[in-house]
């Protein structure tokens, strides 16, 4: 008898992946027959000392690296088999990225920031206003629109990235260390966002942490050491 609830495909397959990277005539093995699985929907969390892998891998699901060995599917696209300008493409319109460092643009207000992935889509100026509109209230910044990143706090710098890595509302929001540059209070505050986003507009997150705390916000925790997945726990 068959299944009558048969399992969905996970939003992301990593599988069986290596990532190695050359350094003269040294072979640098950053990720070692790696297999990650994260169904849509979920908040997960990569932890691992500094060099175990972490942000190679997030890389490779972000479409922004490739690996040596195995494959990276993400909502059924076979990241691998893409050709550079496919890549680009699909990221445009799967993925969206949280920075440690924010990385806004100084000479730009909120909403332009926010507003940039949008140039990368056939959307009309009276449609990305809309968009930008949406996200910068959803991460509380509407009363900041017009404000540039040096007026602001670190936390609202990094709720301006959040707006603009889910503008597009993305299939996918990676995360590398959003809270490595704030203090408990302001890494708190951009957590609660994530976890709201997460438990309440179903984004699927995938975080690169180093903190304890952080992790703990997160559905699953997966640890990484020496590019291999070495424990995963349930928050």
């Known amino acids: 008898m068959s299944d009558p609830t048969p399992q969905k495909e996970p939003l992301v397959r990593v599988d069986a992946v290596e990532k190695i990277f050359h350094r003269g005539s040294e072979d640098i093995h950053v990720l070692s027959d790696l297999t990650l699985h994260v169904p ?14 972490k942000s190679t891998l997030l890389n490779l699901i972000g ?16 990241l691998d088999n893409l050709s550079d300008r496919q890549l680009a493409a699909w990221r445009a319109r799967h993925i969206g990225f949280v920075f440690q460092l924010y990385n806004l643009m ?11 992935p949008l140039l990368l889509t056939p959307l009309t100026k009276v449609q990305r206003q809309k968009h930008v509109a949406t996200a910068l209230a959803m991460v509380g910044l509407s009363h900041r629109a017009t404000h540039y990143p040096r007026t602001m706090s670190g936390g609202e710098q990094q709720r301006v990235g959040i707006a603009r890595g889910i503008v597009t509302d993305p299939t996918l929001l990676l995360c590398d260390e959003p809270t490595g540059d704030l203090d408990r209070k302001a890494g708190d505050e951009i957590l609660d966002l994530l976890t709201a986003l997460n438990r309440e507009h179903g984004k699927t997150i995938v975080m690169v942490t180093h903190d304890p705390h952080a992790s703990a916000r997160a559905a699953r925790t997966v640890h990484l050491t020496k590019g291999r997945l070495t424990s995963e726990a349930q928050s």
Do not use: Y
């Open 63 to 78: 479409g922004l690296d490739r690996p040596t060995k195995g494959s990276v599917s993400v909502a059924g696209d076979r």
């Open 40 to 53: 849509a929907g979920e908040f997960v969390a990569l932890m691992g000392p500094s060099g175990s892998g």
């Open 106 to 116: 100084p000479v730009l207000t909120a909403e332009r920031n926010v507003e940039l």
